[in-house]
C-alpha cells in the first residue's frame, strides 16, 4: 500500500475570491467543482484561500471544503496578485500541501514562486484575460507571461475552453500532453415559490423581460445590449443582474442609462437567479470575451431561450446559428431581440451533456490523481 493510501493529501486552491455564492464565473466553478472532488477523492482535503473582504475572517467549511481567508487590497489590478502571494506563501510554510491548484492567468505569475519553495502546481486557465477591455498594455503582457509560466511550470493544465486548450497545445508543443479540455459546468439550486418575490421585488412579469447576467465590465457588451435593446421597442424590459467589486467610469456610465425599460438588479441569489432564468423570455450575453460562459449554460438549464455573441467561446456551447449574433453589431441584436423569442427555444438539449457536473468531476479527479502520483515517484 502506498502513503498515498495509508494518509490523506492536501490540495491547497489559489486564484479566487471564495465561496459559496460570491460573484464571478471561477467563483461559481469552484464552489461546483471542489464539493463534489472531495466526495470522489475521499484521499484528499481541499482548502481554498478566500480573500476576506468577500467572505469575512473566519475559517470556515463548506460541504466538505475548508475555506482559509485572508486579507488583500480591495483594488483592481493588485487585489488577486497579492492575495495569491499571501496565499502561496502561506501554503508553502503553514500547510505543505501535496499539491497547489492556481485558477487564472494572473494568479499563475506566483508559479514560478510556488515551485521555488517546492510546491507542486496545477493549474486551471479560464480564459485568455489579457484580451479584456479593462486592462491597459502593461497588464495585457503581464497576463501573458502569467500564461506562459503557468505552461511551462505546472504539471498538469486544465482548460475551460477547448479553443484555449488547443491554441496552448500549438504553442507549446512540448507541454501538449499536460494540457487538458475540460469544461465548465451547469448546477442552480431547487427554488421555492418564495424566490419568485424577485420579480414582484424588481417589478417584472413572467415572459415580459429580457434577462443579462454578468460584471458591469466592458467586455461583457451592456452597453451594446442597452442600445441594442432600445432599438428593438419590443416593449419588453431589460433586467441586468450583477455588479462589480470596483466601480469605474464605464460601470458608472451604464448605471445610469437606468429607467423604466432598464433595470440593474445587483447581484441575487442563486435560488433568485434560477426563479429570473425560468420566467424570461429570453437570455442574451453579448460578451466581447469569455471562458466558457456559466451564465449561458444557467440559462439553458432553465429552459431559457438564449442569444449569444458569436465570439468562439459561445459557439463551442454548439447551439443553432439562430441562437448566434455578431459581436458588437447593434443592428443586428436589436433584429434578433424583435423577432419572437420562440425562435431561440432549443427542442433538443442533448448536447448539454457535455456540461454536467459528474463528468467534469471525474475528469477533474484523473488530472489531480496523475499530479498526486508523480509527486508519490519524485519524492
Known sequence: MSSMDRQRLRVCVVGLRGFPDVMGGIETHCQCLYPRLAVVMPNLDFTVYGRSAYVGGARYTFEGVQILPLPTVKKKGAEALIHTLMATLHAAFFVRPALLHVHAIGPALMIPLARLLGLPVVATHHGQDYQRAKWGAVAKATLRLGEAVMVRLSRQIICVSAEDAQALRARYPRRAERIHFIPNGFALPDRNAS?????????????????????????????????????????????????????????????????????????????????????????????????????????????????????????????????????????????????????????????????????????????????????????
Not at 429570473?276 to 429570453?282: F, S, V
Not at 448536447?351 to 467534469?360: G, L, P, V
Request: hydrophobic share 50%; charged share 20%; net charge negative.
Open 195 to 379: 424566490d419568485d418575490a424577485v420579480l414582484d421585488e424588481l417589478g417584472l412579469q413572467a415572459g415580459g423581460y429580457v434577462l443579462a447576467v454578468g460584471r458591469l465590465v466592458p467586455e461583457k457588451g451592456f452597453h451594446d445590449l442597452i442600445a441594442a435593446h432600445r432599438r428593438a421597442g419590443t416593449g419588453r424590459r431589460l433586467v441586468i443582474v450583477g455588479g462589480t467589486d470596483h466601480p469605474d467610469a464605464y460601470s458608472r456610465s451604464l448605471l445610469a442609462q437606468a429607467g423604466t425599460d432598464v433595470v440593474f438588479a445587483g447581484v441575487r441569489s442563486k435560488p433568485s437567479l434560477r426563479a429570473l432564468y425560468e420566467q424570461a423570455a429570453m437570455f442574451v450575453l453579448p460578451s466581447y470575451h469569455e471562458g466558457l460562459p456559466l451564465v449561458a449554460l444557467e440559462a439553458l438549464m432553465c429552459r431559457c431561450p438564449c442569444l449569444l455573441s458569436d465570439i468562439a467561446a459561445n459557439r463551442q456551447i454548439g447551439l443553432p446559428a439562430a441562437n448566434y449574433f455578431p459581436v458588437g453589431n447593434v443592428d443586428a441584436l436589436a433584429r434578433q431581440m424583435a423577432a419572437p423569442a420562440e425562435a431561440l427555444a432549443l427542442t433538443d438539449t442533448a448536447f448539454m451533456a457535455r456540461f454536467e457536473w459528474a463528468d467534469i468531476v471525474r475528469r477533474t479527479a484523473v488530472v489531480l490523481q496523475s499530479a498526486t502520483v508523480e509527486q508519490e515517484h519524485a519524492r
